[in-house]
C-alpha cells in the first residue's frame, strides 16, 4: 500500500471502550422499562464506521466496492446490507460503510488495495457516531414528533435512509425492516438524542434493550 | 338552584354521569357530554361577564367558536391558569374551576358598570388615541391603568406542568371540519384508497348533524355521522383528529393543527399523557369544510343576556337538552331560523313571536310552524330589547329595509330569550390565510372563499355558500372525490342518505334593524360584543374620514382580538357600506391570519423546553469533568469546562491557580471541541493554498503549521493548525465554533469553484477525542502513559507523531496554544476517557491540574494569540493583525482573500490594528469592550479610536494586561490611549506590544 494516506489501526486491542451513550448505562436499564413498550430501543454500539468518497460513475469505483465488501454500490436514499456489514448512500459521492467493531482497520486496507489508483477517500469515523435501533408498534409516531421528513411506508419503505432534520438537530434515519428503524448519531449529540428519545416516546411507553 | 333549564329528556348529555363544577365560586351541576355553556345555561346563569369598554353584563351567545362573551379564566391552582377558554368549547369534566374574566368586584356588581354607563358617553372609538396621546411622556402612567380597567384572562405566574407536542403529519387530503360536507368529503377520499386526516375543533364529530331536525334516510342525521366515522376509523389511511382546531392555513399546503388531548379530562394532564399536540401537517390536496357562522341582527340592546343566536339555541336544546329561557321571540330574515321554533316547540316550551323581515315567507319550514299557531309577523323585526341583566321583553316594529327605517311604533312583548338571524357568515379565516380574498354573492348575501390560487384547496358545504343539508352532503362528497382524484386517487362513485325536499326562500339582506331614533341616539346595537363595538361606532368613524374597511376595523377594534371578526365582521362593514353610501362588495372584508382561534403558548413551544430547549453537546470526557466540579461554557452547543474551582474558590482564584500550575508545572484541557477536518487527495495540498491565506507547498509530512482562513473580501473568518499526515492527507483543525462554518466552506468552494482539483473532506471532529497537555512538566508527564521518543530533536516544536498513549493508538501533535512546552494527545473518543483518567493518575506527581477555557484564554493572550471572533469581528485582515508573517504573498494560484485585502480601504494605513494595552494602574482590569479615545478631554461625543478586544488579570506578568484594536496602533508603540468608563473614570493604558510573555517564544520550543 502507497503511503500517500495516513491508515493507522486506531483501535486498541484491549482497552476499555465508551461508546457515545456509555453514560445512560443501557446495560443496566435493560429489561426495567415498561412491560409492553411502544418503543424498544437498542445501542448497536462501537461498530466500525468508514466513510467512504469516490466517483460513483466511474465503473472502476463501483467494482473496486464490490470486490472488497461484495456489496453494489447503493443508488441515492438506499442502503444495502450484507450479515453485519451495511452500505449506505449519503451524498452523490459519499457512502457510509459499517461493518463489524474491529474490522474496520482491516476492510479499509482491503478497499485501499481494490481502489488503487483512484482518486477516493476512506475515513475512520468510529468513535464519533452510533447507530440507536429502534423497534416496536410505536417507532412511527415518535419519528413522527421528531422528524418533519415523512416516514409513512409509502415514502419510506424498508432499504431507505435519509439524513434529516431530527428536533433541533440532524441525523440519519434508516429504515432496515418492517419494524425496525435506525438513528445514525454523532457522539456529540447523543446525549440530546437519547433525551429526546426517552420524552417521545414516555406516552408509549420505552424498553431498553442490551 | 339545580339545573333549573336542562330539559326533562333529550340530548347526547350522559344524565348518569352528574359532573360538579364551580363558577365565579359557586358551585353547579352539569353531565358528561356538556360544554361549560351547556352547563351554566342549564343552571340559569344569565351573566358570564362583563363588557370589555362598557362594562355591560353579558351572557352566552352562541355555541361555538364564534362565541364572543363567555371567554372564561379555568384553573383551580395557579399552575393549571388557562386564560380566554370558551365555554362553548371547554367540555366540561368533574371539579371544573371557571371564572369571569372581566368584572370586579363581581360580575353581577360591577363598580365599572356605573363607570361604563356614564364613561360610555365619554368613550367613542379611538378615545384612547385621542385622550392619552398627550403629553406623551405620561402615555405609561395611562397604560397602567387602562390594562388594569380592560383586558381579558391573565396567564399563569406559576410553572405549566403539563407537556405538549408537535406531530409531523403528511396526507393526501386534510379534511377540515367533521360536519355534513367535511363527513362526506373524507368517506369519499379515504374510500379512494387516499391517506386522508380529519379534524374537527368540537368534542365529537358531526357538526351540524347532531342538532339538526332533519333526517338522513328517515332516521336521526347523527345516526349516519355515526356510521361514517365508524368507517372512517376501521381505514388504517385515515387519521381522525377530533378536539383539533385547524388554525393556520400556511404555504404550500402546511396547515398546523391545535389539538387538545385531555383538556376535556381535566385541568392538567393525568400523568404520562400530553395535554395538547400541535399537528404540523403536509397535505397534497385540502378539502375546507369549516361551515359557516350563524350571523345575529344588530338591534337596540342586543347584548342584554338572553339575546342568542337561533342556531345555537337549536344546539342547547337538541344536543344539550338545555332550553335558555322559558318564553322565546325570534327575529329572522330567513327560513333556516325557523328550525328553533319548531325545536322550541318540540321541547315543550313557548314561542311568543316571530318577526320576519320578509313581507311574504312561505317556505316549508315557516309553513309548518305557522300551522303549529306560531304567531309570525312579517315586514317586521326585533327593533330593541328590554332588561338589564336579563331580557324581560322585546318590541317589534315593522320595518322597511330600503329606507332603513321603522314603518310602526310597534308592540311590546314580554319575553326571556330573543334570538335572531340574519343569515349565514361562510368560515372564510382559512380559505383567506394566504392572503385570497373572499367574494361577496348577493344571492346568499354572504362572502365566500375566493379563488384557492396557491393553495391547493377545494371548499365544500356550508364554508361555500352550500347551506341546505342535501346539497352539503354532495358538495362534500364530490369535493373529497376531486382532492383524492388531483392526489392521484381514483374516484369512487356517490352513495349518499336521502334528505327531505324542502322549498326554500332566499333571505332579505338585512344587518342592522332600524331604529325610532338614529343610530347615534338609539340604545347601543353592538356590532362587536367582544370589543364594545356599536353601529353608532362605525358611523362614527365613516363620518370621521376612515373609509378603508382596515381603518374602520382597526379605528374601532372591529374584529380584534380573540374573536378576529366571527360574528360582527359582515354586520360592521354592511353598516359602514351603508354608511358609506357604497354597496358591500365595494367596501370589502378585513384579512384574516392564522390563529382562527387562539393557541396557547404550550403548544407552540411543544417539547422545545426546559432540558430540550436547544441540543447540548459533550465530549467524551464529560462525566469526570461533572465529577470534578468543572463550571461550564457555552460554546456554540458545546459545554465545556470553564474553570475547575475548588472549594472556596471563585472564578479569578480558579483561574490564577489554574494559569500558575500551566506556567509552572502542567495542565490539561478538554480540546475536543476543536473542529477536525480530514482532507484527503493528490490535490489536498493545493487546496489548502487555496483557502488558506499562508503557503502550504512546502510542509512536509509529519509536520504541522497555524493557518489563517479569509473570507473573499479578506477579512479573517477561522484559523488553526493542519497537520500534513501524508503526501495526500491532511488534518485540519478550525475553531469549536467555526466547524461546521468552515466545513461547509470548503465544500463550496470545492462544489462551485474548483471542482477540479481532486480533494475529499469529511469531518472526523467528533471521531477523535483531544487532551492538552501544557507545561513546563508536560514532556515528563507524557513520557510516563506512551511509547513515542518525545526527546526534544525526535519530536520537535511543530510536528507530529503516532504511538500509544495509556494503550491506545493515538496522535500526538506537538503545538502550543499557551507558549509552553505542549503536545495534543488525539485518540478515538470510545477510549479517551480512560486515557485521560490514566493521565491524570500519573500525573499526580507532577502537579498536573486540569484547566478550562478561561485559563486557556488568559495564557494565548499573555502570548498575543488571537481568538477569532474575540480579537476579530470579521472586519480586520491578517495585516490588521499584524499576522503579515502569516500570507503567502508570492503564492502563484490566487487565493481566497489575497484580493479584498490589497484593496484600497484594506491597506490604509490608520486601520484598526491589535496591538497590546498595559493599563498604567498595574491593577485595574480594562474592560473587554471598552471603547478608546486618544484625548480624554474631548467634549461628548468623544472620537472614538478603537476598543478593547481581550482584559485580564496576569498572575503570571503581575499585572493586568489587555489586546485591543485601535487606529494606526501599530505605529503607536509606546504613545497611551484612554478607557472612558461609563461610571466616569478613566483608565490610562500604554500602547504595547500584544505579545507580554515570552516573547522569543523559548519556553515552547523547550
Given at each position: 500500500m502507497s503511503n500517500l494516506i495516513n491508515v493507522y489501526q486506531q483501535r486498541p486491542a484491549a482497552a476499555h471502550a465508551e461508546s457515545?451513550?456509555?453514560?445512560?448505562?443501557l446495560e443496566q436499564l435493560a429489561?426495567?422499562?415498561?412491560?409492553?413498550?411502544g418503543v424498544t430501543v437498542r445501542e448497536k454500539k462501537l461498530l466500525g464506521h468508514l466513510t467512504l468518497r469516490g466517483d460513483a460513475k466511474d465503473p472502476a469505483f463501483a467494482g473496486g466496492v464490490h470486490k472488497a465488501l461484495g456489496l453494489e454500490l447503493p443508488v441515492a436514499l438506499t442502503l444495502v446490507a450484507a450479515g453485519d456489514t451495511s452500505l449506505q448512500w449519503l451524498a452523490p459521492d459519499e457512502w457510509l460503510l459499517i461493518v463489524p467493531s474491529g474490522s474496520e482497520f482491516a476492510v479499509e486496507q482491503k478497499l485501499r488495495e481494490a481502489l488503487e489508483g483512484q482518486h477516493i477517500s476512506i475515513v475512520n469515523v468510529s468513535g464519533g457516531q452510533t447507530l440507536l435501533e429502534l423497534t416496536g408498534p410505536k417507532v412511527r409516531e415518535v419519528l413522527m414528533k421528531s422528524t418533519s421528513y415523512d416516514v409513512h411506508p409509502s415514502n419510506f419503505p424498508a432499504g431507505k435512509a435519509v439524513g434529516t432534520h431530527f428536533a433541533k438537530s440532524q441525523l440519519v434515519i434508516r429504515h432496515t425492516a418492517e419494524d425496525t428503524w435506525e438513528l445514525l448519531i454523532r457522539r456529540s449529540f447523543s446525549d440530546y438524542f437519547w433525551l429526546w428519545l426517552q420524552d417521545a416516546s414516555a406516552e408509549f411507553g420505552l424498553a431498553i434493550k442490551a | 338552584m339545580s339545573q333549573v333549564n336542562r330539559l326533562a329528556s333529550g340530548g347526547r348529555v350522559d344524565r348518569s354521569q352528574p359532573l360538579t363544577f364551580s363558577f365565579n365560586g359557586q358551585s353547579y351541576q352539569g353531565f358528561a357530554g356538556d360544554t361549560l355553556a351547556a352547563a351554566l345555561l342549564a343552571n340559569g346563569v344569565d351573566i358570564v361577564g362583563r363588557s370589555f369598554k362598557y362594562s355591560r353584563p353579558r351572557g352566552i351567545v352562541a355555541a361555538g367558536a364564534e362565541e364572543p362573551n363567555a371567554v372564561l379564566q379555568i384553573g383551580s391552582t395557579e399552575a393549571a391558569q388557562i386564560p380566554n377558554v370558551r365555554a362553548t368549547q371547554q367540555a366540561l369534566y368533574a371539579g371544573l374551576v371557571a371564572s369571569s374574566t372581566n368584572g370586579w368586584p363581581s360580575v353581577n356588581t360591577d363598580l365599572m358598570g356605573i363607570l361604563g354607563k356614564v364613561g360610555g358617553k365619554m368613550m367613542p372609538p379611538g378615545f384612547y388615541y385621542k385622550t392619552f396621546m398627550y403629553p406623551q411622556n405620561l402615555w405609561l402612567t395611562y397604560e397602567k391603568y387602562i390594562r388594569k380597567a380592560a383586558g381579558l384572562g391573565r396567564a399563569p405566574t406559576a410553572v405549566d406542568p403539563d407537556s405538549y407536542d408537535y406531530m409531523n403529519q403528511h396526507c393526501d387530503v386534510l379534511v377540515v371540519g367533521a360536519g355534513p360536507a367535511g363527513l362526506a368529503a373524507a368517506l369519499a377520499a379515504a374510500r379512494s384508497g387516499a391517506r386522508v386526516i380529519l379534524a374537527d375543533e368540537q368534542e365529537e364529530f358531526g357538526g351540524s348533524l347532531l342538532s339538526t331536525r332533519e333526517t338522513l334516510d328517515g332516521k336521526p342525521a347523527a345516526d349516519w355521522a355515526a356510521q361514517v366515522i365508524t368507517e372512517l376509523s376501521g381505514m388504517p389511511e385515515v387519521t381522525l383528529l377530533p378536539r383539533s382546531t385547524v388554525n393556520g392555513y400556511h404555504d404550500h399546503n402546511f396547515l398546523t393543527i391545535h389539538q387538545r388531548l385531555t383538556d376535556h379530562l381535566g385541568e392538567i394532564a393525568p400523568l404520562g399523557m400530553v395535554r395538547q399536540r400541535m399537528h404540523r401537517v403536509r397535505a397534497t390536496r385540502v378539502v375546507l369544510a369549516t361551515g359557516a357562522h350563524e350571523r345575529p341582527l344588530v338591534y337596540a340592546n342586543n347584548d342584554v343576556p338572553g339575546n342568542m343566536l337561533a342556531d345555537a339555541v337549536s344546539t342547547y336544546v337538541r344536543r344539550y337538552g338545555v332550553a335558555p329561557g322559558k318564553q322565546l321571540v325570534l327575529s329572522t330574515n330567513n327560513d333556516y331560523a325557523y328550525r328553533v321554533v319548531l325545536d322550541w316547540l318540540d321541547a315543550g316550551l313557548q314561542v311568543v313571536a316571530v318577526a320576519d323581515a320578509r313581507s311574504n315567507p312561505r317556505g316549508s319550514w315557516v309553513e309548518e310552524a305557522r300551522k303549529r299557531g306560531v304567531r309570525i309577523l312579517t315586514g317586521s323585526a326585533v327593533v330593541e330589547a328590554a332588561g338589564s341583566k336579563r331580557v324581560t321583553a322585546a318590541r317589534i316594529c315593522a320595518i322597511d329595509v330600503q329606507s332603513h327605517k321603522v314603518s310602526s311604533p310597534g308592540e311590546v312583548l314580554d319575553c326571556d330569550l330573543i334570538v335572531s338571524s340574519g343569515g349565514y357568515s361562510p368560515v372564510v379565516h382559512l380559505a383567506s390565510h394566504l392572503g385570497g380574498r373572499p367574494t361577496w354573492r348577493e344571492d346568499i348575501l354572504a362572502f365566500v372563499p375566493g379563488e384557492g390560487g396557491f393553495q391547493k384547496r377545494l371548499c365544500a358545504g356550508a364554508v361555500n355558500g352550500v347551506f341546505g343539508l342535501g346539497d352539503a352532503l354532495a358538495d362534500g362528497f364530490e369535493a373529497g372525490v376531486s382532492a383524492a382524484a388531483e392526489a392521484g386517487f381514483k374516484a369512487v362513485s356517490a352513495s349518499l342518505p336521502q334528505v327531505a325536499v324542502r322549498l326554500e326562500e332566499p333571505s332579505l339582506a338585512l344587518f342592522q334593524v332600524p331604529h325610532d331614533k338614529p343610530t347615534a341616539r338609539a340604545p347601543k346595537q353592538f356590532v362587536d360584543l367582544q370589543n364594545d363595538v356599536t353601529a353608532a361606532g362605525i358611523e362614527l368613524a365613516t363620518r370621521e374620514g376612515f373609509e378603508s374597511v382596515e381603518h374602520v376595523k382597526r379605528y374601532t377594534a372591529l374584529g380584534f382580538g380573540t374573536d378576529q371578526g366571527k360574528l360582527g365582521n359582515i354586520n360592521g362593514l354592511a353598516i359602514a357600506a351603508r354608511s358609506l353610501g357604497i354597496s358591500i362588495p365595494q367596501m370589502g372584508t378585513t384579512m384574516f391570519r392564522p390563529n382562527y382561534t387562539p393557541v396557547t403558548f404550550g403548544a407552540v413551544a411543544g417539547r422545545h423546553c426546559g432540558a430540550l430547549f436547544e441540543p447540548k453537546r459533550y465530549t467524551a470526557m464529560q462525566s469526570w469533568h461533572l465529577q470534578n466540579g468543572a463550571e461550564f461554557e457555552d460554546v456554540g452547543q458545546w459545554k465545556r469546562p470553564w474553570y475547575f474551582p475548588k472549594a472556596g474558590e471563585d472564578l479569578h482564584a480558579a483561574v490564577a491557580r489554574e494559569c500558575l500550575a500551566v506556567r509552572n508545572a502542567v495542565g490539561i484541557l478538554d480540546a475536543s471541541t476543536l473542529g477536525k477536518i480530514d482532507i484527503q487527495g493528490p490535490d489536498a495540498r493545493e487546496f489548502l493554498n487555496r483557502v488558506y491565506s499562508n503557503a502550504w507547498t512546502k510542509l512536509d509530512v509529519g509536520k504541522a503549521r497555524y493557518g489563517l482562513m479569509c473570507k473573499e473580501d479578506g477579512m479573517v473568518f477561522d484559523d488553526g493548525v493542519t497537520a500534513c499526515l501524508a503526501d495526500n492527507h491532511f488534518l485540519m483543525t478550525t475553531t469549536t465554533g467555526g466547524a461546521a462554518r468552515v466545513m461547509e466552506w470548503l465544500e463550496i468552494y470545492h462544489q462551485t469553484e474548483w471542482p477540479e482539483l481532486k480533494v475529499y473532506f469529511t469531518s472526523v471532529t467528533d471521531h477523535w477525542a483531544t487532551m492538552t497537555l501544557s507545561g513546563p512538566n508536560s514532556r515528563k508527564l507524557l513520557a510516563e502513559v506512551t511509547d513515542i521518543d518525545l526527546d526534544k530533536d525526535a519530536f520537535p516544536f511543530m510536528t507530529w507523531k503516532e504511538g500509544q498513549v495509556g494503550g491506545v493508538p493515538a496522535r500526538v501533535f506537538r503545538i502550543s496554544f499557551t507558549g509552553e512546552l505542549s503536545y495534543e494527545v488525539n485518540v478515538q473518543a470510545d477510549y479517551a476517557l480512560g486515557v485521560w483518567e490514566k493521565i491524570i493518575e500519573a500525573g499526580k506527581k507532577h502537579g498536573l491540574t486540569p484547566y478550562g477555557t478561561e485559563t486557556m484564554h488568559e495564557l494565548r493572550a499573555e502570548k498575543g494569540f488571537i481568538i477569532v471572533g474575540q480579537d476579530t469581528d470579521g472586519s480586520v485582515t491578517p495585516d490588521d493583525l499584524n499576522m503579515g508573517w502569516c500570507v503567502g504573498r508570492t503564492k502563484p494560484f490566487s487565493w481566497i482573500g489575497w484580493r479584498g485585502m490589497n484593496r484600497e480601504d484594506s491597506l490604509r494605513e490608520d486601520r484598526k490594528q491589535l496591538i497590546g494595552l498595559k493599563p498604567v494602574d498595574p491593577n485595574k482590569v480594562l474592560p473587554e469592550g471598552a471603547q478608546l479615545v486618544f484625548d480624554p478631554k474631548q467634549t461628548v461625543p468623544m472620537q472614538m479610536v478603537g476598543h478593547v478586544t481581550s482584559s485580564y488579570m496576569s498572575v503570571a506578568l503581575g499585572y493586568s494586561f489587555a489586546m485591543g484594536v485601535v487606529k494606526g496602533g501599530l505605529k503607536r508603540m509606546g504613545e497611551r490611549v484612554f478607557a472612558p468608563l461609563a461610571d466616569g473614570s478613566l483608565i490610562e493604558a500604554e500602547i504595547v506590544s500584544s505579545v507580554f510573555y515570552d516573547p522569543k517564544g523559548d519556553r515552547q520550543n523547550v
Open positions: 457515545p451513550l456509555f453514560h445512560a448505562g429489561g426495567k422499562g415498561s412491560a409492553r413498550a | -
